[in-house]
């Protein structure tokens, strides 16, 4: 599995956790929702998983940044993903590049595998 993160999106976690004051990194997951079937979520994340029923994945950007964290359910849908940071006139956030998307929904929430 290979999760890709721009520069600035890894600034960007570590801007935002340094903001927030507390947390090693961030998780991204997908959840069922919305027209077309998944959407992506980010968390933060306090302390390391213990192992449990859900196994992850940790890619270290970076021994000073964020890590960012992905769980093996999500594996698949995740595979080969580039996470970027844009600004598009007023607008700026994180944008997911997902070669494992065949669909999205007219909204933009979901996306389909």
């Known amino acids: 599995?290979?999760?890709k993160i721009t520069d600035i999106a890894k600034e960007k976690f570590q801007e935002q956790l340094n903001k927030r004051g507390h947390?090693?990194?961030i998780k991204i997951t997908t959840k069922t929702?919305?027209?077309s079937g998944l959407s992506y979520v980010m968390e933060y994340v306090d302390e390391a998983p213990k192992g449990g029923t859900e196994s992850y994945?940790?890619?270290?950007?970076?021994?000073?940044?964020?890590?960012?964290?992905?769980?093996?359910?999500?594996?698949?849908?995740?595979?080969?993903?580039?996470?970027d940071y844009v600004r598009q006139g007023l607008n700026e956030g994180?944008?997911?590049?997902?070669?494992?998307?065949?669909?999205?929904?007219?909204?933009?929430e979901s996306f389909r595998v």
């Open 57 to 83: 994945a940790v890619f270290y950007t970076d021994a000073k940044d964020a890590k960012v964290f992905v769980y093996e359910k999500d594996y698949a849908y995740l595979d080969g993903m580039e996470v």
């Open 94 to 108: 994180f944008e997911f590049n997902n070669p494992n998307e065949r669909d999205r929904c007219g909204c933009g």
């Open 1 to 3: 599995m290979i999760l």
């Open 23 to 25: 947390g090693i990194g």
């Open 33 to 35: 929702t919305g027209c």
